[in-house]
């Protein structure tokens, strides 16, 4: 079969398994908007026919879930109209959420507490995120028990499996499937030995296979069951090859220490701890494997870099997104004289309703307006500031001082996070550079990736800038005020196209500098040379930038006089 | 709503079980925060803890959950679990004018919101991190006062709202303010269990209740019914548990070692202390009382120290070791 038939058929079983058993929660199907997903939809509304299928749109609010006041029509009609909630009207209902990459913390977090409550409800998610960086929210994948990715599935894969009349079936069957003791133990191993922390994972695949037993008309624990389980929930959500000890990965499952070992390759490897390498468990292990996504590295630290995201979309309520995005950004209840910019359509929005009482009490037939109503835009209140380290990490400092500037710059990252500011970390070495941390205020997350930071290679200088540059016009798009920390000795010899060449790498680096200082980024250059170097002397005056040479062995006096240089800023 | 999973069935997080009952025998402790991974039962034991308290005994139909007056009519709900989703606005959290009988009818009345429903329970708030700081601010205000005031519409509503403010998220997906941690009595950090043992113990038990709900909840009531007890008696016990000057004197050493400013940190050790002391039945607050308790109590209070690998936990097992060397 070819890996999209295979991952068809996969998810057409997952289809039949979540209508048989929908205490599975539901599903959330990777691929982009095209046939295969719609095919999944269909398969799945014909497998539970009896499910209301209910689309929500993405951005949908509290009073369509809940159900609240109908405001238009209440004021065109002059008697409350009230709208029901999606997720109070009762009834099996089959919830899809499309474009869940982009759904907010807020959305997750009431959807989750939905299926929490047992609401009878399963939800499918569309991810249709474009790349690693965008994922549906973890909130909501942790209670779904299936993660099918379809990318691979062509026209010809969409095959016919399971019809209604096995469906039924197999739910008269359920309740009477048994569970071995074993079988517990089994999947709690499994999903350990993946890096699994989260306690529904097992939970899950138990249900699974309990729905995939009743499926083949059984009702007893057999070992294809479990397989199929262990592929369909436990593999999808590993967050580390099984290769490494089971201890470890209990330690730091986020950081997989096989950096780069294709776990499709099939190479055998020993079980990791011999009392586990009971047969069941091995070949458990081995299904789950087969179903690790092959890019599940990118993946995790795509998976980072959205909670990072969703930290600052969502976070302290003191940053909004531009108008310009067309997201509702909301605006509080307030009085003018705090300083904020007065929301003229919420404001009427707010007063509308009570004009028929107030016209009562009041006098004239003009809207009236109280104090009450007014509603301030949040934007302007606090500007956030965001601290972008690019480092270097090339031969020449790595042999020297990457200790030394890492320490430099766990220094500044504490006084970051005493004055509530993002931090964003960039490496350059080798040919290029790459941004290791979107803009983030979690300090845990920032002092892991700067502590498994390799040094070594040339000086993609030009890259680094780069990359800053890059990173300091989005976050000003997003109304935040980016400030630049190069570490670095300056001695630039990789050209901006990651080509060698001492020469050319210098003018590159001029030319970026240049383009730092007009463009106003505020910036300090740490010079991390064994002495003071001219060549990051210059660097400095041309970004218009404060200069400061680290001092041997005193990343304190560094952290403090960078502090009072970005004050004077 | 479908029954909540017993708390005694709860496997492990004995400190954060631990930290939700003083809680409990306490609501001036000030609140329990939560941290930890996804799936580790955070909600699942404060639902469980909701529903092994007694029900309360509210007047009839009241939306406040208020006590009933002498001769008024009474009904009893059980103790009330308010959860308050993200993005939730001001007006669903403080309440508002119901503004279906200012249209119908003309008149301004008040309609309660989440606030008023969690009072005499808990209100529980998971990814707090995530949660509006203006909401928060609000929050840790009306769960300090006790008491919730709305001006709307030249209408002036107060309400008593007393409640468990119990807050959960995951510290990878942002961090709190500190001005705000400070505010939380407690705060315990969860793990999924890391015994394969326990975790084989967790899922076989979900399980059980799960899929029996009734039997696995009759195999658990006199666990609980214990449990419930326990803090009935406590909470009747608290008034009269004495704290000595001694004690009070270790407070303000701890947090002075610790470097926590202000009063609350000592506030919430002795209050703290005094509840475990209830609990255990004892008369007055020891020193064995606040070492138990300070770890939950000081955690979230510490400056933080980026370079400081060790936990704060192991910071403040440092200072009790200083502070009652002695």
């Known amino acids: ?569 | 709503m479908p029954a909540a999973f017993p708390f005694s069935a709860i496997v492990g997080q004995t400190e954060m079980k631990h930290a939700l009952t003083l809680a409990a025998v306490d609501p001036s402790i000030g609140g329990v925060l939560v941290f930890g991974d996804r799936g580790t039962g955070k909600s699942t034991a404060v639902r469980s803890l909701a529903a092994l308290l007694p029900p309360i005994v509210i007047a009839k139909g009241s939306a406040y959950n208020t006590p009933p007056k002498d001769g008024e009519e009474s009904e009893t709900v059980p103790t009330p679990v308010v959860d308050l989703p993200l993005g939730a606005t001001e007006d669903r959290v403080v309440g508002a004018l119901d503004l279906e009988r200012a249209l119908t009818r003309g008149e301004k009345a008040f309609e309660p919101g989440l606030l008023a429903r969690a009072h005499r329970g808990f209100l529980y708030i998971d990814e707090v991190n995530l949660l509006e700081d203006h909401i928060v601010d609000l929050l840790l205000d009306v769960a300090a006062s006790g008491e919730n005031v709305v001006e709307r519409e030249g209408l002036s509503v107060r309400h008593a709202a007393r409640f468990v403010l119990v807050g959960s998220g995951n510290p990878e997906e942002g961090e709190l303010r500190p001005q705000l941690l400070d505010r939380f009595g407690l705060s315990v950090e969860v793990a999924s269990p890391r015994d394969i043992d326990d975790r084989v113990e967790v899922i076989r038990r979900r399980d059980a209740f799960d899929r029996a709900p009734e039997a696995f909840l009759r195999k658990w009531a006199s666990a609980d019914a214990q449990h419930r007890k326990l803090i009935l008696t406590a909470r009747k016990r608290l008034a009269r548990v004495t704290v000595p000057d001694t004690a009070l004197a270790s407070c303000a050493e701890l947090c002075i070692a610790l470097g926590s400013d202000g009063l609350r940190g000592e506030l919430t050790l002795m209050r703290t202390a005094r509840a475990l002391a209830a609990l255990e039945g004892a008369p007055e607050v020891t020193v064995a009382h606040l070492r138990a308790i300070a770890p939950s109590a000081m955690r979230h209070r510490l400056r933080r120290d980026p370079l400081d690998e060790a936990g704060s936990g192991a910071r403040v097992d440092r200072a009790l070791a200083e502070v009652f060397a002695a």
């Open chain 1, 1 to 569: 079969m070819t890996p999209g038939g295979a991952a068809w058929a996969d998810a057409a079983l997952a289809a039949a398994l979540l209508a048989i058993d929908p205490s599975l929660g539901g599903a959330c199907l990777r691929v982009r908007t095209g046939p295969a997903q719609a095919a999944w939809l269909d398969l799945y509304r014909r497998l539970d026919p009896e499910r209301t299928v209910l689309r929500l749109p993405p951005g949908i609010g509290d009073e369509r879930l809940f159900g609240g006041l109908d405001l238009a029509a209440t004021l065109a009609s002059g008697k409350p109209v009230m709208t029901e909630g999606l997720l109070r009207s009762g009834g099996a209902r089959a919830m899809i959420l499309p474009m869940a990459e982009r759904a907010s913390a807020g959305l997750a977090a009431r959807l989750a507490v939905a299926l929490d409550a047992g609401c009878g409800a399963t939800l499918t998610l569309l991810d249709e995120g474009a790349d690693d960086a965008e994922f549906a929210p973890a909130a909501l994948t942790d209670r779904l028990a299936f993660l099918p990715r379809l990318d691979a599935v062509r026209m010809a894969d969409l095959t016919e499996g399971v019809c209604v009349e096995d469906v039924r079936r197999a739910r008269a069957l359920l309740g009477r499937v048994e569970t071995p003791p074993e079988a517990y133990e089994n999947f709690v191993k499994v999903a350990v030995t993946l890096g699994i922390l989260s306690m529904r994972a097992p939970l899950l695949a138990l249900a699974a296979a309990r729905a995939a037993i009743a499926l083949a008309g059984e009702t007893r624990m057999n070992e294809a069951a479990a397989i199929l389980a262990a592929r369909l929930v436990l593999g999808p959500r590993a967050k580390c090859l099984p290769e490494t000890p089971p201890e470890e990965d209990m330690e730091e499952p986020e950081e997989p220490s096989a950096p780069d070992d294709r776990p499709d390759t099939g190479e055998e490897t020993d079980p990791p701890d011999p009392n586990m390498g009971r047969i069941p468990e091995e070949i458990l292990l081995e299904a789950a494997r087969a179903a690790i996504p092959p890019d599940i590295i990118a993946r995790l630290l795509g998976r980072q870099a959205f909670a990072a995201q969703s930290a600052r979309t969502s976070g302290a309520g003191d940053e909004r997104k531009s108008r310009a995005k067309g997201r509702p950004a909301g605006s509080v209840r307030g009085r003018l004289t705090d300083g904020g910019q007065l929301d003229l359509v919420e404001t009427l929005r707010a007063a509308a309703p009570w004009q028929p009482l107030r016209r009562r009490e009041g006098t004239g037939d003009r809207v009236i307006v109280l104090s009450d109503d007014f509603r301030i835009k949040r934007s302007k209140q606090r500007t956030e500031k965001v601290l972008i380290f690019a480092v270097d990490a090339s031969g020449s400092t790595a042999l020297s001082r990457l200790a030394e500037t890492k320490g430099a710059v766990e220094l500044m990252l504490g006084q970051a996070y005493v004055e509530r500011q993002q931090v964003a970390l960039i490496a350059f070495r080798g040919t290029g550079a790459e941004v290791l941390l979107p803009p983030t205020r979690s300090l845990v997350l920032t002092k892991r990736r700067l502590a498994s930071l390799p040094g070594g290679g040339g000086t993609p200088l030009a890259a680094g800038l780069n990359s800053a540059l890059e990173l300091a016009r989005s976050a000003r798009s997003r109304g935040m005020t980016p400030y630049l920390a190069l570490l670095t000795d300056g001695k630039a010899n990789i050209a901006l196209d990651g080509a060698p060449g001492r020469t050319q790498a210098e003018t590159d680096v001029l030319r970026l500098a240049r383009l730092v200082s007009s463009e106003g980024l505020a910036a300090t250059v740490i010079d991390t040379g064994n002495r003071p170097t001219p060549a990051a002397r210059v660097l400095a005056d041309t970004m218009g930038a404060t200069y400061l040479p680290l001092p041997r062995a005193d990343a304190r006096a560094l952290a403090g006089a960078m502090t009072s240089a970005l004050a004077g800023g």
